[in-house]
């Protein structure tokens, strides 16, 4: 047992690991609420679930049959979707995946990324798991990123920036400018756009003016199947080529791949959904303005993060409303002690967690 306990690398023995949401089915034996009455507004996943078209595409899947390595029906079908060339396209289980995945490909131990501080959790996670220093970088007190900083912070060990926009969990979105002069700087410059369409803004289109930028999409959040795990990237074509050979062969199943293609045939449908979740954003925005003691932040995403006057108030905000069954985001991190993160919910769990929220205030 000790042997081969001592065997684990030593970066990987008492690794802080990814914080997680705490599921459903915990917390309603907890607070002994049924399931269907929590209301879960943590994970930014979508209140309206997946397309309608998905769950037949999942039963006639081939499921006894191994995906195609090449995942050429995802490529195509995201080609005609994106009008842009499958060659600069790739599949993934989650654009998590595709984010270890550029750790494997580049980053050997001790090289060093660029993580925006405060920003999401699993660019800084997959540099603890690859023995990789992360450079965190604050973001100015609007959460704006100090280009400044970042410039200076560079050394010839740093290969990877990252870059959440909109950032997870401020909601704030880069400007093409910002994009353009940290491509400048002879890194790797991700762009991780999970919310996307929330928003409309991309810089995909720089792919193929620019060597070093990759740009993240996924179908957790718009299209709603965080449950399936399925992301993709646009980047150049000579990384897609390299990913494609260091990929475990078949990350993308194909009940993943079926709904993603089903989604897509059905955008019109998601895209309805999305729109009410900008007008629930807005009603949120609206509510959360007007009490007094919070200040909201605005936010291209589909989740609001908002200001209590002191970190013992933000907790018992979190605590309380976790009682009564409605569950939002606290944070580990200094900037963000007196912060709350609350994804846009339906209207009825929006308008609960007003009300809950008001009554605590
Ligand atoms: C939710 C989220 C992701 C995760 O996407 P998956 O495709 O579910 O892995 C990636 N990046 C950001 C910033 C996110 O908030």
């Known amino acids: 047992m000790d ?19 705490e599921p459903i089915s915990l917390i309603s034996r907890k607070f002994g609420i049924p399931e269907n009455q929590i209301i879960k507004l943590n994970g930014n996943e979508n209140p309206y679930g997946p397309s309608p078209k998905v769950l037949p595409a999942l039963t006639s899947s081939e499921i006894s049959i191994y995906p195609d390595p090449l995942q050429r029906n995802l490529r195509d079908a995201l080609e ?6 499958s060659d600069f396209l790739i599949g993934a289980a989650g654009s998590d995946e595709l984010i270890d995945l550029l750790f494997k490909l580049y980053i050997y131990p001790d090289d060093s990324v660029i993580d925006c501080d405060p920003t999401f959790g699993m660019y800084s996670f997959c540099a603890r798991v690859a023995g990789a220093n992360v450079e965190k970088i604050p973001r100015k007190s609007n959460f704006d990123l100090d280009l400044d900083a970042i410039t200076y912070a560079i050394t010839k060990k740093t290969k990877i920036i990252f870059i959440s926009s909109p950032n997870n969990p401020t909601g704030n979105i880069c400007t093409l400018d910002e994009i353009k002069t940290l491509l400048n700087l ?3 410059v991700v762009v ?16 193929n003016d620019y060597e070093n930028l990759v740009v993240l999409r996924t179908f957790s959040k718009w299209a709603g199947l965080a449950g399936l795990r399925i992301g993709y990237g646009i980047m150049p074509k000579n990384i897609i080529s390299h990913l494609l050979d260091i990929k475990s062969p078949y990350n993308v199943s194909t009940t993943a791949e079926s709904a993603c293609i089903a989604s897509l045939k059905d955008s019109k449908f998601l895209f309805e959904n999305v729109q009410k979740i900008i007008k629930g954003k807005e009603f949120l925005f609206n509510q959360l303005s007007s009490i007094s003691g919070i200040k909201p932040y605005p936010s291209g995403a589909n989740f609001i993060l908002f200001d209590l006057p002191n970190s013992s108030k933000a907790a018992e905000v979190y605590d309380k409303l976790r009682s009564k069954g409605i569950l939002i985001r606290k944070f580990n991190n200094s900037r963000l002690e007196k912060s709350l993160r609350v994804s ?7 308008t609960s967690f007003i009300n809950a929220l008001m009554d605590i205030m």
């Open 3 to 21: 042997i081969i306990e001592s065997m684990v690398r030593d970066n990987l023995k008492n690794i802080l690991t990814y914080e997680p949401v």
């Open 80 to 85: 005609k979707y994106l009008n842009i060339d």
């Open 186 to 188: 002879n890194l790797l």
């Open 192 to 207: 991780d756009e999970a919310y996307y369409e929330f928003n409309g803004f991309s810089v995909a289109n720089l792919v």
């Open 344 to 350: 846009v919910g339906t209207d009825p769990d929006n």
